[in-house]
């Protein structure tokens, strides 16, 4: 593999905000985030109905995008890999090229302005690298202030793309002027979206028999948090790959819709600037939810921007920037690479845990989607050595659970940290924060999954991938593991005797391990 690494920046030139992101990018390690910037500068404001960019939003957009270059200078990026689209506002405005002038002319950035198509088509590029695509289409939106993307996708190929001017700035601008909203005005808005999205997206969906939605942007990680925080749960955790439930927005959502703005500020996951913003991006979430019949919303950490690296990544690595790829194995490695890994080590404790998982199944019953968690903590039970040997397996889990695995929910992340955690030393304990947190049947999960990553770590324990396979005797009394070697055994054996007391618990038998000499 190639270790060139390549620096971009990608700016979101939004009708709301102006968003930048800066990559490092190597074929091993894949994406890695250096730095991230936004800045609200509404330059939407008043445009919907005028068609014209506000001058001092002009302004205070140029001083903005000088502010983002020189960071992204600074950050060892070259000029000539700093990207630049805009988006609805821009895209409308009749003195849209006097702005990309000024904006060429005093910073010497060229802004490349995108149709909703094109927008859709990054977006899609964007989720689809952070969140599992499935084998059924799902339903993929992103809230924008000016138009709102809807995209048809499955994990082998997109459906539908379409834009529709329907943003939430657009909306505000045109619908809202009491506070609390009337319900006149609620009502009216609610016809105007679904009149909006009849046909089209929502006529497929009912087709395909979508009943998932993946949402992107502010809005949607907005009235996530709110919804989690509302749960007495920590809001400022980890969203990609979360959701919420039909019902449960619909028990949020009609709280919040009847508040004001005084009351919307005190609610705990609100940023500040979107106070108003919620409004008709609550009542847009809830036509959505009745118009395409979804029953579920997952949220998307990733769009634009990131789908714009992306794009731009492939094309200059000359890949085929649609191809899919197993996004939650390919962020696993990443992680592996970014740590300095030992990856023969870490593969062969991977491969050994699945046999054993596959061997002691009739006792354990856990169903096959641990069975992957299990292997990609057997993956990084050791990446922890990065910081240092002592308490490793503290470290990996820390790492693995700040590290933005992309395709994983929060709950997989925590289980995935928890098993690795556990591949020595002290067992699970519900006097440990993060295993106690867990659910009853997530915390038998770890048990199980960490019983056996300990024997499978103790039958590497010589990093000479000795073991060749492992079959299981599941006797009334006992289990009897037999180890098929290279060579002769005793370190291995040693090892993982050594480390079978937690299974044996959490099995109720005990394990008798034997080893065979090719």
Not at 470 to 479: D, H, M, S, V
Request: with cysteine; aromatic share 6%; glycine share 6%.
């Amino acid at each position: 593999m190639s270790t060139e690494k390549l620096r971009l920046a990608a700016i979101d030139l939004g009708t709301n905000s102006f968003h930048m992101v800066i990559v490092e990018e190597c074929e091993e390690k894949g994406i890695v985030e250096i730095d991230r910037v936004k800045d609200m500068i509404c330059i939407g404001r008043g445009s919907i109905s005028t068609k014209q960019l506000d001058p001092a939003a002009m302004e205070a957009g140029v001083a903005t995008l000088r502010n983002f270059i020189v960071l992204a200078t600074q950050r060892g990026v070259a000029p000539h890999h700093i990207l630049a689209f805009a988006t609805s506002a821009i895209r409308e405005a009749d003195n849209r090229d006097e702005f990309i002038d000024m904006v060429r002319r005093e910073t010497g950035l060229k802004v490349k302005v995108i149709s909703g198509r094109e927008e859709a088509q990054f977006i899609y590029y964007g989720v689809r690298n952070a969140v599992t695509l499935r084998d059924r289409p799902d339903l993929l939106f992103d809230i924008g202030g000016g138009s709102v993307e809807f995209i048809i996708a499955d994990k082998s190929k997109v459906h539908l793309l379409e834009s529709r001017k329907i943003g939430v700035a657009r909306m505000l601008e045109r619908f809202v002027t009491s506070d609390p909203i009337s319900a006149d005005e609620l009502k009216l808005l609610q016809q105007f979206f679904a009149a909006e999205m009849y046909g089209g997206a929502a006529e497929m969906a009912r087709e395909l028999g979508v009943n998932r939605a993946i949402a992107s942007s502010g809005t949607a990680q907005n009235i996530a948090r709110m919804i989690r925080s509302g749960k007495d749960a920590d809001a400022t955790d980890v969203l990609n790959q979360s959701g919420f439930s039909r019902q449960e927005f619909e028990s949020f959502y009609r709280q919040v819709v009847a508040m004001d703005n005084p009351a919307r500020r005190k609610l705990t996951g609100l940023d500040e600037k979107r106070v108003d913003l919620i409004v008709p991006g609550l009542i847009l979430f809830d036509t959505i939810f009745r118009v395409f019949g979804i029953r579920e919303v997952v949220i998307s950490d990733s769009a634009l921007r990131e789908g714009m690296v992306l794009h731009q990544i492939a094309s200059i690595r000359g890949r085929d920037g649609a191809s899919q790829h197993d996004i939650r194995r390919q962020s696993v490695m990443e992680l592996g690479y970014r740590c300095n890994w030992h990856k023969p080590h870490s593969e062969q404790v991977a491969r050994l845990s699945l046999m054993l998982f596959d061997e002691l199944h009739p006792l354990h019953g856990l169903k096959a989607r641990y069975r992957e968690l299990l292997e990609y903590a057997a993956m990084l039970h050791n990446i922890g050595e990065f910081i240092s040997i002592s308490a490793h397996h503290k470290h990996s889990q820390y790492i693995i659970m700040n590290a933005d695995l992309r395709g994983f929910s929060p709950t997989e992340i925590d289980i995935i940290g928890n098993v690795a955690r556990y591949h020595r030393k002290q067992p699970p304990s519900e006097k440990h924060p993060l295993y106690s947190q867990l659910k009853p049947s997530h915390r038998r999960a770890v048990d199980v999954l960490s019983g056996i990553l300990r024997i499978a770590n103790g039958l590497e324990r010589g990093h000479r991938q000795n073991v060749q396979s492992i079959t299981a005797r599941l006797e009334p009394e006992r289990i009897v593991l037999e180890a098929l070697t290279q060579f002769e055994p005793d370190i291995e054996l040693w090892a993982a005797c050594g480390l079978k007391e937690w299974l044996e618990e959490v099995l109720g038998k005990p394990v008798v391990i034997e080893a065979r000499f090719r």
